[in-house]
């Protein structure tokens, strides 16, 4: 039973997320998105995870930037590629649902979110040369964001790599990249990245921090401002402690915060995404 006289701060909403990552994020912004109250815990100082460090592509096969551009492929292909690769891990009722739910995944943030795409028409299947590998239409990466639209949460998001970034400027991987890798030997590519950066100081001298979001910022970005619009929160130096189990059913976390502990009770469930 619940003490009825708890010596820290409580609290309820729908759905508690414990972990700022993709996974995460995706999870409460879509319960958001259908008007449930969510928290997103996040035990560091900034939101994010490992995703605003990644490069924020994802595997999606049959997904509708895919078909659109007229690659189409029956479920079977990919299904054996992933045999293949996963070998004595592969699980056929998994995999099936992986792919049957990733192309609708994909139009659901197009419809909904703020998060937007680009295509992987163009890249392949990392092993090309497994069987029922792909030359390119099974992947997708988020769209370059603007973080202006996160207002004072900008502040709180992981930035990029500095290995990854130029002066802190995150480089989008495909077209933008190239023109980077060129730029000291096409005039057009020159003045591209000159634009480029000259818009970057700018946002440095303005805002402190670039706001031409890309890659896995881009994604964080994107799913983070669809889930504080539609009304939810993400609570930073928030750690899980425990969960709060009753009757066998997980009903929340005790959380660490820097005022003190809080107890967050879940009416609709707990999403673990910490890693």
Not at 86 to 101: H, K, N, S, V, Y
Not at 105 to 130: C, E, K, T, W, Y
Not at 154 to 183: C, Q, V, Y
Not at 196 to 202: I, P
Request: proline share 5%.
């Amino acid at each position: 039973m619940p003490d009825p006289h708890p010596s820290h701060a409580t609290e309820t909403c729908d759905l508690l997320v414990i972990g700022s990552g993709a996974g995460g994020l995706s999870a409460a912004a879509t319960a958001a998105l259908l008007g449930l109250k969510v928290i997103v815990a996040e035990k560091e100082a900034q939101y994010g995870g490992t995703t605003a460090w990644s490069g924020g592509w994802m595997w999606i096969p049959r997904n509708p930037l895919a078909v659109e551009a007229g690659i189409r492929e029956d479920l079977d292909a990919p299904l054996a590629y992933l045999r293949h690769e996963l070998g004595a891990q592969f699980d056929e009722t998994r995999a099936r649902a992986f792919l049957d739910a990733g192309p609708r995944m994909v139009d659901f943030f197009r419809q909904r979110s703020a998060l937007a795409f680009i295509d992987g028409n163009a890249v392949p299947d990392f092993h090309g040369h497994s069987p029922a590998a792909a030359t390119g239409g099974r992947s997708v990466c988020a769209a370059p964001f603007d973080g202006r639209r996160l207002g004072e949460r900008i502040a709180d998001l992981k930035p990029p790599l500095p290995e990854t970034t130029l002066w802190g400027m995150g480089i989008a991987s495909g077209a933008e990249l190239r023109h980077f890798l060129n730029a000291m030997h096409v005039p057009a590519s020159f003045w591209y990245v000159t634009r480029r950066v000259l818009a970057h100081w700018r946002d440095l001298l303005l805002h402190r921090r670039g706001q031409r979001l890309v890659n896995g910022n881009a994604l964080v970005a994107g799913l983070a401002a669809t889930l504080l619009e539609a009304g939810g929160q993400i609570r930073v130096q928030h750690a899980a402690r425990r969960l709060l189990v009753e009757q066998g059913r997980v009903r929340g976390a005790l959380l660490r915060t820097p005022q003190g502990d809080v107890e967050v009770r879940a009416t609709r469930g707990v999403v673990l995404a910490c890693g």
